[in-house]
């Protein structure tokens, strides 16, 4: 089917873009094990949340406070609670 690995590498990265985005991205070399542990599925997942997280830090003004750093999740804003809160929120729990 193939005349040379590197006509099926080629194949592969033309039919699968996401998968050489990935592998870029991670620094992980094809075919390795790290490379055959991971699926299509997963890495699609993660490039579509990247295009939302993209799409969403255009159309709202980036906090000064909590800039969104891309790769690491932090979009999802600590909550700091005053003592008050917390005990509040302790005094809700049944034992």
Known sequence: MFKSIEDFIAYWNY????DLW??????V????????????L???????????LESLEVKSSP????PYIKGTGNFIKEKI????EIDKEFDKIKI
């Open 63 to 66: 906090s000064k406070d909590f």
């Open 42 to 52: 997963d890495i699609l997942f993660e490039i579509l949340e990247e295009i939302k």
């Open 81 to 84: 609670l005053t003592e008050e």
């Open 22 to 27: 990935w592998r870029r991205r991670y620094k």
């Open 29 to 40: 070399s094809f075919n390795s094990l790290e490379h055959r542990r991971t699926n299509l």
């Open 15 to 18: 039919l699968y873009p996401i």
